[in-house]
């Protein structure tokens, strides 16, 4: 079961590291996020594209290497945590539509709670 939940989040993921990296505006489109210059969109490739793949890379560690597994795992999981903290924080800003801000609120905490229950 760990496995399992391992692989979709790490497919997850590796999903938006390679959409971060090909196509960063429309990445953050829903978001109302424009990238017009290459300082934007090279943020966006770092951040989404580039830690999206590394994220993955480690979890898939994390199945090669089961001595590394709860570690990697526990990281992971609060990065995650993490992540839905700061749009819950976000919500001073005001009001926002279900998708995308809560969509990924409830992706990131599914996530992150199965992470922390295979750890």
């Known amino acids: 079961m760990a496995n399992v939940v391992i692989v979709v989040v ?13 196509s960063p505006a429309r990445l953050v489109a829903p978001f109302d996020i424009t990238v017009e210059t290459a300082g934007a969109r090279s943020e966006v490739r770092a951040v989404y594209g580039g830690f999206g793949l590394a994220i993955a890379a480690v979890l898939a560690l ?21 992540m839905a903290l700061g749009r819950v924080v976000s919500a001073v800003d005001g009001r926002t539509g279900f998708y995308p801000n809560w969509f990924y609120f409830l992706v990131e905490c599914l996530a992150a709670a199965a992470l922390f229950l295979v750890a």
């Open 10 to 22: 790490a497919v997850f993921f590796a999903g938006m590291g390679i959409y971060g990296l090909v």
């Open 62 to 82: 994390a199945l090669a290497r089961p001595e590394l597994q709860t570690g990697i795992v526990i990281t992971v999981a609060a990065a995650l945590a993490g």
